[in-house]
Structures are given as structure tokens and as C-alpha cells.
């Protein structure tokens, strides 16, 4: 012990030199860069992998049910700023044809006119082709649930937080861009606070913000898909690696039981 | 007492590095949201305690006193990215849920207090048991603050969240409606504020008793 605090407490000249100071502060900075090397190396593909399984994750929640796996059916299609990926959801019809039934998008608040009350906003909406509505569906245990997902955020919790809830969510179902749906005509893409007559959402309380921000980014996503409709329809080819499933019709590997008819 | 449980109980309570020392006030106050959250953070930082503290009682006497801090620093920074890049390939939830707290820890004082107090003045040995007792009164005292604040503000208790699992407790209904602030920053200093006292009160009583 008492040879230690003496190495500590004194330190030799020959420590002192500017020389040692520049060698010890290589040797040890070398160290760190091969030891963080070789954990990039050893982690890189499972951090891959946990990405891409993240992002399946959430596109199945918003396409449940598909014939194809959407993600290797990707396009990239000019957005509202950029480009952006729109995930392709197909489904076998009886006379053989394998047409795209719904597309998900993912829109962030970035660029948002209603910024969201702290970060970035990114929500994964679920689109019908045919309607150009937002889309719902059963889940397997029968519950409702609405095909648009927030993928990330960090609004405060239990506050801005709500807006995970269905409560706040199935305001959206069946609303197309101009806020239409079945039973209303002519709705706004606002929150209830904003337009009392002509609003349709119902702001989370206390939490008014986090409500316009994810208003605004589900409104951007329908408008991405109406100035792509034909793009997502027609194009046969995905810009991804070519997969050989895609222009013979049905892809057997992804034998998803047709549970019920969605919209 | 021996002198392996002196070192390690040091750590554990009367030098608790977040009751006694205060240090490591930022992820303490910051992501104590819920039980698995502050165990976590907790056992991150144990873990890049316990690398550090060896690699500096290894390198001790050949690190001149000038350039001792950058060296120490250069450490620690490898093994939390190390330790970051685990969490992501390993536990995304966790490693989301913790976001920036987890680069953070580089500037996490416990770590450099006990690089420059401990680890650049002892031997590999005893520099693994503070790591040890320092690391577990750290995680012990997040977890246990993560879970009463979560208990208080959300009405659970989660012990593990991996992709589709959740290990968690549903401890009030959930119709009863929780104190919120207890999750947000307030609530933080609220709960740390009576650890706080309640390790003092305990301390100073064993002290009469004891004298």
C-alpha cells in the first residue's frame, strides 16, 4: 500500500515528460478505439436487427393482415418533404389477382405547422387503397383498434402520453383528407377546441398540443398517399432488391389466415 | 468487519453515492419513471464502474499525474458506448426508454469520484469491491425510487419489458386514478426529498444508539 501513495503523491520527473504524456494518452486512446471497434463489429448486426424488427413491428399493428411481407414491398415516393417510404400491404383475391388493399406511412412532426410539446413525433398510419381512408380493424381478441401507431415521442407522460390511447386514436377512423367520412361531411382536419363545429378530434385535456401536432402528422400521411395513388397501385417493381415474389403473383411465404373482411 | 464487507457496505449505505454523496443527481432524477428503468440506468452504470474501476487500478502506476483525467475519461467513454451498443443490440425497450441518459453516464460524477478517489490509489481487488458496493447502493436506490414513484404515478410496478413481454405488477386498479406528478420531474425531487430525510432520520438514530 504505502508504495502506491508514495507513486501517487510524488511523481517522478521522468513521469512528467511532455513525451510520456503524449505516449501514455496515445496508447490509451488507441486501446479505446480497437476495443470500441470490436464491439461495433460484434453488435452491429443485432442492433440491425432489432431495428428492422422494430419497424415490422409497427407496420404490422397499422397492416395486420397481409399476403405479402410489407416491407419488401416498399416504394419510395416524393412526400410531403423528401422522399418517403410507403409500405405496400397486398391481398389474394378469389380470381387470382394480388392487388395492393392498403399502404402504410410514416410521417414525423418535423416541418409540422402544430409542433408537437417536446421531441419529435413519428406516427405510422394505416391507409386503405381503395377509400383513401384511414383504416381500422378487429384485432385477434375482437378488440377495435385503429391503424395509426406513434411510433416514437416524448410527450410527458400521462399527459401527452395519452395520445397513445384508442380513446384519442379512433377519432381518425375513416376519415379521408378532406375529413369526410361516412356519417359527416366536410370535417375539418382540427382539433374540437379548434373548430367546434367543423373539428373532429377530441384534444386529449391538458394536452392540447400533443393533439394538433398528431392531428397534423396523420393528415400528412393521407396527403402523401393522395398525390402517390396511382404510383402505389401500378407500380409493380419495388426499388428495393429485386425479390422474385413480387411480379408472380402471390409470395406462399407469409400464409396469413384471411380472418373477416377489413375495410 | 472484515475489510471486503467494509468496503462493499460503504457503498451500499453510509456512503450511498445518491442518498449520502449526492452524485449522480442527472440520471437519478431523470429516469426513475418506473421499476425497470431506474434498475437499468443502475446496473449500466455498474457495470461501466466495475470496467473502469479495474482499468485504472491496472494502469495506476504508469499514468503520470498530468494527463490522469483524460485517461480515466477515454476509459470510461469506451465502456459506456460499449455498454450502449449492448443495450441496443440486446435491449431496445430498455435502450429507448433510457435514450440519451445512457451517453450521459460518461459524465456521471460516481464514476470519476471513484476512478480519481478509489480506483487510481488501490488495488485491482479492492477496486472491484467499491465498484461492486457503490454500483449495487446506486441501482438499489434508483430501483427503489423508480418503483415507488411508478407505483404512486402509474399504479405499477414493471420489473422486466423485453419486445412483447412485460414483467409488471398492477398494484392500484385501474380505475383509480394515480398522482400523476409523481412520474413527472417534480415528483422526483418529492420522492428523492423524503429518501433523503428517511436515510438521515435512520442515520442519526443509529448514531444516539450507538453513542
New interface residues.
Given amino acids: 500500500m504505502t508504495d502506491?501513495?508514495k507513486?501517487?503523491a510524488a511523481?517522478t520527473a521522468k513521469?512528467?515528460s511532455p513525451a510520456?504524456?503524449v505516449i501514455?494518452?496515445t496508447v490509451?486512446?488507441l486501446a479505446?478505439g480497437v476495443?470500441?471497434a470490436g464491439?461495433?463489429v460484434l453488435?452491429k448486426d443485432?442492433?440491425a436487427a432489432?431495428k428492422a424488427?422494430?419497424k415490422l413491428a409497427s407496420i404490422k399493428k397499422v397492416l395486420p393482415r397481409c399476403t405479402n411481407n410489407p416491407v419488401d414491398d416498399a416504394l419510395k415516393l416524393p412526400g410531403v418533404k423528401g422522399k418517403t417510404e410507403v409500405y405496400r400491404c397486398r391481398k389474394k383475391q378469389p380470381d387470382g389477382s394480388n392487388p395492393v388493399v392498403a399502404v402504410a406511412i410514416q410521417q414525423s412532426s418535423a416541418g409540422n405547422k402544430h409542433k408537437p410539446y417536446s421531441g419529435v413525433i413519428r406516427v405510422m398510419v394505416g391507409i386503405d387503397v381503395k377509400s383513401g381512408t384511414v383504416r381500422s380493424y378487429k384485432t385477434q381478441k375482437g378488440k377495435s383498434e385503429v391503424a395509426v401507431v406513434i411510433v416514437k415521442h416524448?410527450e410527458?407522460?400521462?399527459?401527452g402520453s395519452k395520445a397513445l390511447d384508442y380513446d384519442f386514436r379512433k377519432a381518425f377512423v375513416g376519415r379521408d383528407l378532406k375529413g369526410e367520412d361516412k356519417t359527416s361531411k366536410g370535417k375539418l382536419w382540427l382539433t374540437k377546441k379548434d373548430n367546434p363545429q367543423l373539428g373532429f378530434v377530441d384534444a386529449i385535456s391538458g394536452a392540447t398540443v400533443t393533439s394538433r401536432a398528431v392531428t397534423e402528422i396523420v393528415q400528412k400521411a393521407l396527403t402523401v398517399f393522395n398525390n402517390n395513388r396511382q404510383a402505389i397501385i401500378n407500380t409493380v417493381k419495388t426499388n428495393k432488391k429485386p425479390g422474385p415474389a413480387k411480379a408472380t403473383g402471390n409470395p406462399p411465404a407469409h400464409p396469413a389466415p384471411p380472418q373477416g373482411v377489413q375495410p | 468487519m472484515s475489510d471486503t464487507s467494509k468496503i462493499v457496505s460503504r457503498g451500499l449505505w453510509h456512503e450511498n453515492p445518491v442518498l449520502v454523496l449526492l452524485l449522480g443527481m442527472c440520471p437519478t432524477l431523470a429516469v426513475t419513471?418506473s421499476a425497470y428503468n431506474g434498475l437499468g440506468m443502475g446496473v449500466a452504470t455498474t457495470v461501466v464502474l466495475l470496467g473502469s474501476n479495474i482499468c485504472i487500478s491496472l494502469?495506476?502506476?504508469?499514468?503520470?499525474?498530468?494527463?490522469r483525467i483524460?485517461?480515466f475519461i477515454?476509459?470510461i467513454?469506451?465502456f459506456v458506448?460499449?455498454v450502449e451498443?449492448?443495450l441496443?443490440?440486446?435491449l431496445?425497450n430498455l435502450h429507448a426508454s433510457l435514450?440519451l441518459f445512457i451517453p450521459l453516464i460518461v459524465v456521471n460524477c460516481i464514476i470519476l469520484g471513484r476512478a480519481e478517489a478509489w480506483a487510481?490509489?488501490?488495488?485491482v481487488g479492492k477496486s472491484v469491491l467499491d465498484a461492486v458496493g457503490m454500483g449495487l447502493g446506486f441501482t438499489l436506490t434508483l430501483f427503489v425510487l423508480g418503483g415507488v414513484r411508478e407505483l404512486l404515478?402509474?399504479g405499477t410496478f414493471t420489473l422486466f419489458q423485453y419486445?412483447e413481454t412485460l414483467v409488471q405488477l398492477r398494484v392500484l386498479a385501474k380505475s383509480t386514478d394515480?398522482i400523476?406528478v409523481m412520474?413527472?420531474p417534480p415528483g422526483a425531487f418529492i420522492t428523492l426529498g423524503f429518501f433523503i430525510a428517511g436515510m438521515n432520520a435512520i442515520q442519526t438514530r443509529m448514531k444516539k444508539r450507538a453513542g
Fill in positions: 502506491k501513495v507513486a501517487a511523481p513521469q512528467d510520456r504524456l501514455t494518452l490509451v486512446a479505446a476495443a470500441l464491439a461495433h453488435t443485432r442492433i432489432a424488427r422494430k416524448s410527458t407522460p400521462g399527459l | 419513471t494502469i495506476r502506476n504508469v499514468i503520470p499525474k498530468k494527463v483524460p485517461c477515454v476509459i467513454a469506451t458506448t460499449v451498443m449492448c441496443e443490440a440486446f431496445n435514450g487510481s490509489r488501490n488495488t404515478g402509474n419486445q394515480p400523476l412520474i413527472l
